[in-house]
């Protein structure tokens, strides 16, 4: 067993819907919780991190963090054909050096 | 631009022959990392730097070694290149304040 599980998609939605993506992991241990959003052949880049359990928003991004089902969501608001990307979850146990990441979902907004 | 440079972007290499890959950044970070990307396997940790001086496996090194030459470059070489080393290759820097790597471009390695 994977110790990140991402769906890898595709996932196709039309312009304007709500996008929720999702991570689950196995090491109860990990505490930090990243999202990475990567173009085709480009590098991932950071869209958001979240310490320990909860929510945080950033413009249309909302990220949530539930650590007692080990289950992280990445939600996309009013989602644009500029949103279509692969998305990474990625999370760690020590602020560094060792951090897991998911396979990643490819996500397609049509508009 | 400030971040993180990589050359080469492509290569074709055939199986033995050895090359080096390069990697620069210029955002004063103590950390930095090699990592290859497969489809369906997420982005594996080759080695990394943890501050000048000092570089550490990651979970999947055979085959390569790595030079952290000065705190703006850490260089990636594959000895003697085998075709399961076929893959895009990432160079990140760890930012400290935010958990954040930035990435690379990548480079894009295939091994015949």
């Known amino acids: 067993q994977k110790e990140v599980e991402q769906d890898p998609g595709p996932l196709s939605v039309p312009e304007g819907a709500i996008v929720s993506l999702n991570c689950t992991y196995s090491n109860s241990a990990f505490q930090y919780f990243m999202w990475y959003r990567q173009y085709s052949r480009k590098g991932p880049e950071l869209l958001m991190y979240t310490y320990s359990s909860g929510n945080k928003e950033d413009g249309r991004f909302t990220a949530q963090v539930d650590k007692s089902s080990k289950y992280i969501s990445l939600f996309i608001r009013d989602s644009q054909p500029s949103d279509s990307a692969t998305y990474l979850c990625?999370?760690?146990?020590?602020?560094?050096?060792?951090?897991?990441f998911g396979a990643g979902t490819r996500l397609f907004v049509k508009a | 631009n400030a971040g993180v440079t990589q050359t080469p972007k492509f290569q074709v290499l055939k199986t033995g022959q050895s090359m080096t890959l390069q990697c620069a950044q210029d955002?004063?970070?103590?950390?930095m990392y090699w990592y290859r990307q497969d489809p369906g396997m997420g982005l594996r940790l080759i080695y990394y730097s943890a501050s000048e001086g000092t570089t550490d496996k990651g979970e999947v090194p055979n085959g390569y070694n790595v030079s952290r030459l000065n705190k703006r470059e850490f260089s990636l070489r594959l000895e003697s290149a085998a075709p399961s080393q076929t893959s895009v290759y990432f160079c990140?820097?760890?930012?400290?304040?935010?958990?954040?790597?930035?990435f690379g471009s990548g480079t894009r390695l295939t091994v015949v």
């Open positions: 990140a820097s760890l930012d400290e304040a935010n958990y954040g790597y930035t």
């Open positions: 990625a999370m760690e146990n020590t602020g560094g050096f060792k951090t897991i």
């Open positions: 955002m004063n970070h103590n950390s």
